[in-house]
Structure formats: C-alpha cells, structure tokens
C-alpha cells in the first residue's frame, strides 16, 4: 500500500496555523477570513513570484557566464596556434635569409631565397593579425564572462534576500507580531532594489 507525503511551505502551514488559533465558526461551519492572514498571504505569492523570477535570471547570467568562459578558452587555443604558426614562418624566414646570404654569388638563386625572405614575411604579418585579434576576442569573451558572472551573484543576493522576506512574513503569521511584517516589507524591499539593480547591469 502506496502512501503518499504532501511537502507543505512554511507560509502554508502558518496559514492553518492561523486559521485554527484565531478563527472562530460561523453558523455555516466555515471559519471566517483573517484579513492581516490573507494580505500576509499575498504578499508571499506576490514574493514567491518575484524570487522565482530573480532565481531565473540568476541561472540564466550563471550560463552566459560558462558560455564566455569556454569561448575565451576556445579562441585561447587557437590565438596559441596561430602564434605558433607565426614561429614557423619566422624560422623559415630566417633559413631564406641565410640562403640568400650564402648564395650572394648566385644571382639566380639568391633572388629566390629573397623572393621567399618577402612572401615569409608577408604571411607572417597576416598570422600576426590574425593572433592579435584572437587574443582580443579572449579578452573580449573574458570581460563578458565576468559581467556575466557579477549579474549572477546580484539575481543570487536579490534572491536569498526574497526567500529571509517569504520566511519572516511566516513567522509573522505564527507570531502575530506587525514589527515583523516591517522587517519583512523591510528585507523584501532590498531584494527587489538589488534584483533591479541586477536588471540594470550594476
């Protein structure tokens, strides 16, 4: 025999709590409705709802940030590669500047060691070109990454300080104390600046 558990949030037990502590019967059986339980209630979906948006954007800035990450890595290698290929060619640059000097008798054979002394060089500006701006994308993609990854820990902050607001609108509710309700207008209030701030890129 299958038996099944119903997970309940705080605010929700806090909610029968509430009922059977302070509601009385009516003729019809039905307890009446608490009106500061009912607007500590909404304000807990209205907070739930905002965390759940914050907690999004949180995983979403959380991903940018690998995905910049791995492309800085990506264009890491080949700016290496291209550097290395810039290597050979000045290697093979400099044993055509040596034929070209050992045969400076050899009109014939030193202007083809010269010819190859030109188009070395000229492909190795090319590859230069091409490695500098490799390894400007890597800094591009590592700036971008790190933007990413400040964003998240703003939506992860604005998030945490959602759910402290969510658990002291439950403890208001068991309580009964209002002081309470302003600590948590109070914290829900900074969750929502930095969750903007976050949304503004700061």
């Known amino acids: 025999m299958s038996e099944e558990f119903e997970v309940r949030g705080p605010h929700e037990e806090a909610l029968e709590h509430a009922g059977h502590e302070h509601g009385h019967r009516h003729e019809s059986g039905r307890a009446p409705l608490d009106p500061f339980a009912g607007r500590i209630a909404v304000m807990t979906a209205i907070l739930a709802t905002i965390g759940a948006v914050f907690s999004y954007q949180g995983g979403a800035t ?88 400040h964003l998240h820990h703003r939506w992860a902050q604005a998030t945490t300080l959602t759910q402290v607001a969510i658990s002291l609108a439950a403890i208001t509710l068991l309580t009964r104390r209002r002081w309470l309700l302003g600590a948590a207008l109070a914290v829900a209030g900074c969750g929502t600046l930095v969750g903007l701030a976050a949304f503004a890129g700061y």
Do not use: C, H, M
């Open 62 to 149: 959380e991903g940018l940030a690998l995905f910049y990450k791995n492309e800085a890595a990506i264009r890491k290698t080949e700016a290496a590669n291209q550097w290395s290929y810039y290597q050979a060619k000045g290697e093979k640059q400099n044993l055509a500047e040596l034929g070209a000097a050992l045969t400076a008798a050899d009109p014939k054979a030193g202007a083809k060691f010269t010819a190859d002394v030109a188009k070395y060089a000229q492909q190795k500006t090319a590859i230069r070109a091409q490695a500098e701006a490799l390894e400007k994308s890597v800094a591009q993609a590592d700036a971008a990454s790190e933007r990413q990854l």
